[in-house]
């Protein structure tokens, strides 16, 4: 009988871990009642220990308090423990009982559910399942995605991946922002700068665009400025226009024709910022000009931020209009006149404003909105004095719709944002969402950090993702190349696969400074490293089959005290994609698979596969190659990460 034909329990199956820690905990709780000690079964922690100590083990001073035992007759009790089962041994040393797992019994556990679940081996079905929208990267579309795009678009399909290993109904978005100034500038230099001739990616021609008009404004602002100064400002000012006319002279011999364009709309248009204004008032109010205008440079700037997103495996069930969802279906006005009618918006400076300072007084608003603990809550402007919406008050609007589609949102956005999120839900709160703390959830994440760098696409300072993309693969091929290992055409899949592990083997709420050496690090803790365990895994399995040995007969029933460290780690596979996905953090997983990568390469290097010294040990550890291939690369998949098949 081969051991995948074992007749398990489905539990046992997804999550071999799970299965074993309750398991012995349901043995220790009979071994205590045996001992008359009536001990309830949530006292018994289990949890990974050192391998030095064992596999599992049991805070004895923790259970002590838990079940009002004394610790030195726990002490006693457990010293005559009995192994029995899937535990091999145990001792208790410094207030532990630590555990040592029999790996025949286990990999016979382990194996079979690899082999029986194969790609969905990891996989764990949650007891309850709900529909999930997962919003990410939600760039503007007024330029390329630069390189904090790429956290929030790692973590969020990461994210996405996750949950829907899990079981879960989940759908991701991307929120095209198509209202407001930002957008109304890009708009209107696109419109100038027309029949201008460029071959440049559409997202970085927009872009460029965008940056010019930006820095041509502010300079003819500062030139009128000048005119007033007197010798103490005058120099500022001065230094300031030398500054916007050093950036303008590359966009400058870049895109000459595009250049001259937007230079002469400028300084020949009495005020071209009302010009701009006025484009936006006309897109929110539906103006068809406008709609045209602005539509046709977000499409042609989309095309070129969908191709980077193609390039690194990120897709999208839904694109969402800023415009279609909240200006135009009234929704927008909807939210601000049920808003008015709370009692917390008041006039100021002809602007609208609602008071989410004085919502935050009540600790139940805070606990049920999610508010962070100091968190100083501000009041939060709806309408301009100008009379056109703000961001945060189409999120609102943009929130009830998303909130309608789902049981949970999970919004992927940089960690600056949190006082605007936590408006956001306050005013939501306010509307009636009690439990909105729970449903809308804002996934921050820190700032990607390069040294020497600060970011601003107005004045055209950013690290454009698509940089960063050519310069991983570039870099992967050289080390390819100079490591003598692989295919040249395998860096697309290790230079993309570093920079997402990079990306998410950090917890979120981290700062992260770009780093290539550690991005591509082929020694330890990086995708490379995880990838090319997975090379040596897979190799090892293609001359097996060149020997004729097929993998359809493999067993684990020779596995040893070498294999020990790697049966119980693969086994935790389940258990740690289950952590990941329900804490909503990635890096559990790519510690787990760097843990595992180290495991393997170790093994690797001390414990001949092929030239085993027995038949019967050969097929065993064959087994567990398969296993760790099976492991690693369902891993890598649940990261996005594309495996070379040689390296």
């Known amino acids: 009988m081969f051991c995948w034909e074992i007749d398990l329990p489905e539990a046992i199956i997804h999550n071999p871990y799970e299965w074993l820690v309750t398991s012995v905990r349901e043995t220790l709780i009979g071994f205590f009642k045996t001992n008359g000690l009536n001990i309830p079964p949530d006292a018994v922690e289990l949890q990974a220990t050192r391998r030095e100590y064992g596999d599992l083990a049991v805070p004895v001073s923790k259970l002590a308090r838990t079940s009002?035992?004394?610790?030195?007759?726990?002490?006693?009790?457990?010293?005559?423990?009995?192994?029995?089962?899937?535990?091999?041994?145990?001792?208790?040393?410094?207030?532990?009982?630590?555990?040592?797992?029999?790996?025949?019994?286990?990999?016979?556990?382990?194996?079979?559910?690899?082999?029986?679940?194969?790609?969905?081996?990891?996989?764990?079905?949650?007891?309850?399942?709900?529909k999930i929208i997962v919003e990410h990267v939600s760039a503007n579309p007024i330029h390329p995605l630069h390189i904090g795009h790429l956290r929030n678009g790692v973590l969020g399909d990461t994210i996405a991946r996750l949950l829907k290993s899990r079981g879960h109904n989940v759908k991701t978005h991307f929120y095209i922002d198509d209202v407001g100034l930002q957008v109304a500038y890009a708009a209107m230099a696109y419109r100038v700068a027309e029949t201008a001739k460029s071959s440049m990616k559409r997202d970085h021609y927009v872009g460029s665009l965008y940056t010019m008009i930006n820095l041509l404004i502010e300079i003819k602002k500062l030139k009128k400025e000048l005119e007033k100064a007197d010798e103490n400002t005058a120099p500022e000012i001065n230094r300031k226009i030398s500054d916007y006319m050093w950036r303008l002279k590359e966009y400058a011999e870049r895109l000459p024709d595009a250049f001259?364009?937007?230079?002469?709309?400028?300084?020949?248009?009495?005020?071209?910022?009302?010009?701009?204004?006025?484009?936006?008032?006309?897109?929110?109010?539906?103006?068809?000009?406008?709609?045209?205008?602005?539509?046709?440079?977000?499409?042609?700037?989309?095309?070129?931020?969908?191709?980077?997103?193609?390039?690194?495996?990120?897709?999208?069930?839904?694109?969402?209009?800023?415009?279609?969802?909240?200006?135009?279906?009234?929704?927008?006005?909807?939210?601000?006149?049920?808003?008015?009618?709370?009692?917390?918006?008041?006039?100021?400076?002809?602007?609208?404003?609602?008071?989410?300072?004085?919502?935050?007084?009540s600790e139940e608003a805070r606990s049920r909105a999610g508010i962070p603990k100091g968190l100083d809550i501000t009041p939060m402007t709806l309408i301009r004095s100008d009379g056109t919406?703000?961001?945060?008050?189409?999120?609102?609007?943009?929130?009830?719709?998303k909130l309608s589609k789902a049981d949970r949102v999970i919004n992927v956005i940089a960690v600056q944002q949190t006082l605007a999120q936590a408006q956001l839900r306050l005013a939501l709160y306010v509307l009636g969402y009690r439990d909105i703390g729970e449903r809308l959830i804002h996934?921050?994440?820190?700032?990607?950090?390069?040294?020497?760098?600060?970011?601003?696409?107005?004045?055209?300072?950013?690290?454009?993702?698509?940089?960063?993309?050519?310069?991983?693969?570039?870099r992967a091929k050289a080390e390819i190349k100079k490591r003598g290992i692989g295919r040249e055409e395998d860096a697309e899949k290790v230079g993309l696969g570093a920079l997402k592990f990079f990306f998410l083997s950090t917890s979120p709420n981290k700062v992260l400074t770009f780093d290539w050496d550690r991005i591509l690090n082929f020694e330890q803790n990086s995708g490379p490293f995880v990838q090319y365990s997975y090379v040596r895994a897979n190799s090892i399995l293609e001359k097996a089959r060149e020997e004729g040995i097929s993998l359809d007969s493999l067993s684990v029933s020779e596995v040893?005290?070498?294999?020990?460290?790697?049966?119980?780690?693969l086994g935790q596979f389940p258990e740690a994609v289950k952590q990941a996905a329900d804490n909503l953090r990635p890096d559990i997983l790519t510690n787990y698979l760097n843990t595992l990568a180290s495991e393997f390469n170790y093994y690797y290097d001390h414990y001949p596969v092929l030239k085993a010294p027995t038949p019967e040990k050969k097929n065993s550890r064959l087994a567990v190659v398969y296993m760790v291939r099976t492991v690693v690369r369902n891993g890598l998949n649940m990261l996005g990460i594309e495996p070379p098949s040689k390296m």
């Open 68 to 130: 009002g035992v004394k610790f030195e007759e726990l002490v006693s009790v457990l010293s005559g423990y009995k192994p029995s089962g899937l535990v091999k041994s145990s001792s208790v040393v410094n207030g532990f009982l630590n555990i040592v797992i029999d790996e025949k019994r286990y990999a016979e556990i382990v194996f079979n559910s690899v082999t029986r679940l194969g790609d969905s081996y990891g996989s764990v079905p949650s007891t309850e399942t709900r």
């Open 260 to 361: 001259e364009k937007l230079s002469s709309w400028v300084n020949n248009v009495e005020d071209p910022e009302e010009e701009i204004r006025r484009l936006n008032r006309g897109y929110e109010k539906g103006d068809r000009e406008a709609i045209r205008l602005v539509r046709g440079m977000i499409s042609y700037c989309m095309d070129g931020i969908r191709e980077t997103l193609n390039r690194l495996g990120i897709f999208f069930d839904s694109w969402d209009w800023e415009s279609e969802i909240t200006v135009w279906s009234g929704l927008t006005e909807d939210v601000l006149e049920k808003l008015r009618d709370s009692g917390y918006v008041e006039r100021k400076d002809g602007a609208l404003v609602f008071r989410a300072d004085l919502v935050a007084e």
């Open 389 to 401: 919406t703000l961001y945060t008050t189409r999120d609102i609007a943009y929130s009830i719709w």
């Open 443 to 474: 996934y921050s994440y820190e700032m990607v950090n390069l040294p020497g760098t600060r970011m601003t696409s107005r004045k055209g300072v950013y690290v454009a993702a698509d940089d960063v993309l050519e310069e991983a693969v570039s």
């Open 560 to 569: 040893g005290e070498e294999e020990h460290a790697l049966i119980f780690l």
